[in-house]
Every structure is written in C-alpha cells, then in structure tokens.
C-alpha cells in the first residue's frame, strides 16, 4: 500500500478528496477483485489518518 505524505501530493494536477466514493477505487479494491489495473487510471488521492497523521492514498476510476 502506498501511503503518501502531504508535501508528496501537494503541487499535483489531482484533487484530494476526504473521503472515497462508490466509482473510486484503491489499487488493493482492483487487485482484490481480479480487474485489470490497466483499465484504471489515477484520479486523485483521499486522505486517511494513519499513526495521528494525515497521509494519502492514491484512488483510480475507470477509464
């Protein structure tokens, strides 16, 4: 799982979002559910709380 921290997402083209929707997925949902990441591209990142710290994990939806 890739966890990103605030300055590694910030000055990027993709939005943060607070929470995940129903049409987003993590790259653990695609694998999980034998989809084909290829048919994915990265939309933007939703912020987690992990170890009192906000990070980021990136999100896909289909293309």
Same mark, same amino acid.
């Given at each position: 799982m %890739?966890?990103?921290?605030?300055? !590694?997402?910030l000055g990027?083209?993709?939005?943060?979002?607070?929470e $995940?929707? @129903?049409?987003?997925?993590?790259l653990e949902?695609?694998l %999980?559910?034998?989809?084909?990441p !290829?048919?994915?591209?990265?939309?933007?990142?939703?912020?987690?709380? $992990?170890? @009192?710290?906000k990070l980021?994990?990136?999100?896909?939806?289909?293309?």
């Amino acid at each position: 799982m %890739n966890l990103y921290e605030s300055h !590694e997402v910030l000055g990027t083209d993709l939005p943060i979002f607070r929470e $995940k929707t @129903n049409n987003h997925y993590t790259l653990e949902d695609i694998l %999980n559910t034998f989809q084909t990441p !290829e048919d994915f591209h990265c939309c933007g990142f939703v912020q987690i709380k $992990k170890y @009192n710290r906000k990070l980021y994990k990136s999100i896909y939806r289909t293309l």
